[in-house]
């Protein structure tokens, strides 16, 4: 079983606090996280596969965000 990370930068308002939590989020000049490498699977969307050992690091810095823009799911 393995995870993805899905990020939705449209409700993203620049806190900033996921990047602080793990260096595959970074803060861009127009306010909003990047997640580094992630493919946009639709309009503002943006999903990312991680390793297993990523998955409670990456966890925290979901549970971080105050407007739950970041989702860790499930892949199949
Ligand atoms: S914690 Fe959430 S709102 Fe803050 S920068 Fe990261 S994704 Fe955006």
Do not use: H
Not at 3 to 9: E, L, M, N
Not at 49 to 56: G, L, N, R, T, W
Request: glycine share 6%; aromatic share 6%; hydrophobic share 35%.
């Amino acid at each position: 079983m393995s995870y993805k990370i899905v990020y939705d930068k449209n409700s993203c308002i620049g806190v900033g606090q996921c990047a602080t939590m793990s260096n595959i989020w970074s803060m861009t000049n127009r306010g909003k996280a990047e997640l580094k490498d992630a493919k946009e699977v639709s309009p503002g969307i943006f999903e990312l596969e991680i390793p297993d050992e990523a998955y409670s690091k990456e966890l925290q810095a979901a549970n971080s965000c105050p407007v739950s823009a970041i989702k860790i799911v499930k892949v199949e």
